[in-house]
């Protein structure tokens, strides 16, 4: 059964560093979002991107994060300056869209020194 | 979307039915009701979902009662592996006029089976 893949399983990075995370949605889907779990605590929406563009962000997702679609298979997010506050597991998700579900990868440990 | 609520935890015994409640009475006639879970740190996993028909895989059954302000998902034969926390989510589907919004988690039922 496809999979939505996500590297790298876990990103150590200095604060004030530039991060991208990388996800592989499953291939035939549109919808491809970010999400994020804080140790501890909820899963929380970031950001979907539909049709080449951010369809809906929220308010975690200010100025320093972006995401990007740079070829046919890939999905990135970017955060551009870290914050020790940004450590936290990153999941991707991507769906085909009706009242299909989202499928989520196994997700990228981020730890901000 | 509407508001759910769940219990916070529940257990059940190896081999017997788990029954997980959520209520979403102020749910409205184009959201669906997604279960999802969550193994440990393991990214969520879509179970089921429905509309307002009860619907069955080979995971579980999802009731939704007639007034679709509740709805039980059920694991008939539950086991060892099915210790997660279980998230019940109501969203508009994308082509209902629902765009690209995100899933809104809650805290969810942490789920325990006994051996």
């Known amino acids: 059964e496809p999979e939505v893949t996500q590297t790298p399983s876990h990103q150590v990075t200095q604060m004030g560093q530039e991060v991208i995370l990388r996800c592989v949605p499953i291939s035939n889907h549109l919808y491809f979002y970010w999400y994020r779990q804080i140790l501890g605590q909820k899963v929380e929406f970031l950001v979907s991107?539909?049709?080449?563009?951010?369809?809906?962000k929220s308010e975690i997702f200010d100025d320093q994060f972006s995401v990007e679609r740079p070829d046919g298979s890939n999905f990135t997010l970017k955060i551009r300056s870290t914050k020790l506050e940004d450590s936290a597991m990153y999941f991707c998700?991507?769906?085909?869209?009706?009242?299909?579900?989202?499928?989520f990868g196994d997700g990228t440990r981020l730890s901000i020194l | 979307d509407a508001k759910t609520t769940q219990p916070t935890s529940m257990d059940c015994a190896e081999g017997r039915a788990a029954n997980l409640p959520c209520n979403h009475s102020t749910i409205s006639g184009n959201e669906y009701v997604y279960w999802y879970r969550q193994i440990h740190s393991q990214g969520p996993q879509y179970i089921i979902h429905?509309?307002?028909n009860n619907e069955t895989n080979e995971m579980a059954s999802l009731i939704i009662t007639e007034d679709r302000k509740s709805s039980t998902l059920i694991l008939p034969h539950a086991t060892l592996r099915d210790t997660a926390v279980y998230y019940c989510i109501v969203r508009v589907a994308p082509d209902s006029g629902g765009g690209a919004d995100g899933l809104t988690f809650g805290k969810g039922t942490h789920l325990i089976i006994q051996p």
């Open positions: 998700a991507s769906h085909r869209g009706s009242n299909q579900p989202q499928h």
């Open positions: 429905g509309l307002k």
């Open positions: 991107f539909y049709n080449n563009e951010i369809s809906e």
